[in-house]
């Protein structure tokens, strides 16, 4: 089976612009995860869906961070518009669904922000 | 509110030594506990985890990792190291209603030197 596949795998952007970023989860997982990467916050929980339903959107991000899941195979991460501060490694993430204690990880989309 | 903390950001160490990576959690419930790697520029990738019964837990690559509830540990530990073994590990907790979302802590570097 293919692992979770992100793209882009880099992405440079204009203070003020939009990007989204994309997810293909394992096939047949039923949960998927944004998370957020950076040396000084570590690992920040972005957003959570089961079975394509939002459960959780990582209050902080709200305003200008939108996950959505067109499909039970694709997810989307739009950031709008995007700040320097946005400069960050996304990584998704999937997983069966139920407790399994693993999910597995996209290699991220990393992302600069001028 | 579950929090996880790895105390130690750097450890260095020798290849054949033998490694502990500490974490510490936080959590009245019932809780879920796992370990990841992370090697430089790729995602995250499951070692192992702990829900219940025998403490040790064995993970992938020779990694295993001990449970205590009366020290909120959840310490990973490994014999031998190999200088592949170099990487960024992270510690993760989950539990409460979506008990599937993994809350990281902020890591731990691990060099391994020849």
């Known amino acids: 089976d293919a692992g979770v596949t992100q793209t882009p795998r880099h992405e440079v952007a204009e203070k003020g612009q939009t990007i989204i970023l994309k997810c293909e989860p394992v096939s047949g997982h039923n949960d998927l995860f944004w998370y957020r990467q950076t040396k000084i916050q570590g690992l920040e929980l972005l957003s959570y869906f089961r079975s394509k339903s939002l459960m959780e959107d990582g209050g902080a991000f709200k305003d200008r961070f939108k996950a959505e899941m067109l499909n039970s195979s694709f997810s989307t991460l739009k950031i709008q518009p995007t700040e320097p501060k946005d400069s960050a490694v996304y990584l998704c993430?999937?997983?069966?669904?139920?407790?399994?204690?693993?999910?597995?990880f996209g290699e991220g989309s990393k992302l600069t922000v001028l | 509110t579950q929090t996880v903390s790895q105390s130690d950001a750097h450890v260095t160490v020798f290849e054949g030594d033998s490694v502990e990576l500490r974490c510490n959690y936080s959590?009245?419930?019932?809780?879920?506990l796992s370990w990841y790697i992370q090697h430089h520029g790729h995602g995250l990738q499951f070692l192992l985890k702990?829900?219940?019964?025998?403490?040790v837990v064995q993970g992938v690559n020779g990694f295993e990792a001990e449970f205590s509830k009366s020290d909120s540990s959840f310490h990973l530990r490994k014999a031998s190291v190999h200088w592949s073994d170099s990487a960024v590990y992270f510690c993760a907790v989950s539990g409460g209603s979506n008990y599937n979302v993994l809350y990281f802590g902020s890591g731990t570097k691990l060099t391994v030197e020849p």
């Open positions: 993430a999937s997983s069966l669904g139920g407790y399994t204690g693993q999910l597995y």
């Open positions: 702990y829900y219940s019964g025998n403490p």
């Open positions: 959590y009245g419930g019932s809780i879920y």
